[in-house]
């Protein structure tokens, strides 16, 4: 089962830029000096107001799962007289229809927009979709199209390599220009991994001491590695000798598709 830790992740737009700190993980934008080293990087919760935000993050960053843990921190502020949450996963679908009928037609849309609702709209995963992402883009404009999005918030997340740009420029023909964001999920501080060590029962002293002698903090800075980092400490009750093999196996496990449905096709 995977395990799921308590972090606080964050996020930076294109245009802008993020520190590391001198072991490779981010800079902690909350830390001391954290407006000065990352100015350009924010919480969910700096950018939550934002009409419409696409997400994007690079493979086994951590995408889908802070995706998640954003709706459960909205569902838990919700005021039940006027707001609304629609989650799609859009892996799950294989037609415009299945699609159309997930979103556009189901029950919680109707009550957004023929009441006085607000309406929270996550589509998860577009990079994963089983049909074309620019029909997917054509189902997506066209039902927002003719809809109150004036109550909407919508978030779009997506992996970085795959996200079609113009659908931003399609987006933009719907609301402002200021009104759509793009941000990356960037990696993450030396307390986040911290407390995924210690939460498995990990001799954090050792594991970090292992992880700067071999210099790998940029490694364990990514939540894909980090866990095979930490599963290999605690199996092997330490890290290879040569830092050559160590970023070996941790590169080549990089490289491997995360996702088991990907890996199967």
Known sequence: MKKI?????????????????????????????????????????????????????????????TTKDEIENIRKGLSEKDELVLPVDLKDYGSEDSLEEAIFKSEIWERFSSGKYRLHLFLD????????????????????????????????????????????????????????????????????????ANSIGVNAVKFFNGIDEKKAGPLASKPIIMNFLLNLFKSEGGF????????KKGCLHLCEEPDLERREK
């Open 125 to 196: 995963s577009l990079d994963e979709v089983r049909i074309r992402i620019q029909n997917v883009q054509s189902v997506i404009l066209k039902g927002l199209k003719h809809s109150p999005i004036e109550r909407l918030f919508l978030r779009i997340a997506c992996r970085t390599a795959e996200w079609p740009w113009s659908f931003k420029e399609g987006l933009g023909e719907l609301w402002k220009e200021d009104q759509v964001k793009v941000y990356e999920l960037v990696p993450l501080r030396l307390l986040d991994v911290q407390k995924a």
């Open 5 to 65: 830790y308590p972090w606080k992740r964050f996020w930076c737009p294109p245009e802008g830029s993020f520190q590391l700190d001198d072991s490779g993980y981010l800079a902690d934008p909350e830390g001391g000096y954290g407006n000065y080293i990352n100015p350009s990087v924010v919480s969910f919760e700096k950018i939550k107001n934002t009409p419409c935000l696409i997400l994007l993050g690079e493979p086994g960053i951590g995408k889908s799962q």
């Open 240 to 247: 290879p000798a040569s830092q050559v093999d160590l970023y």
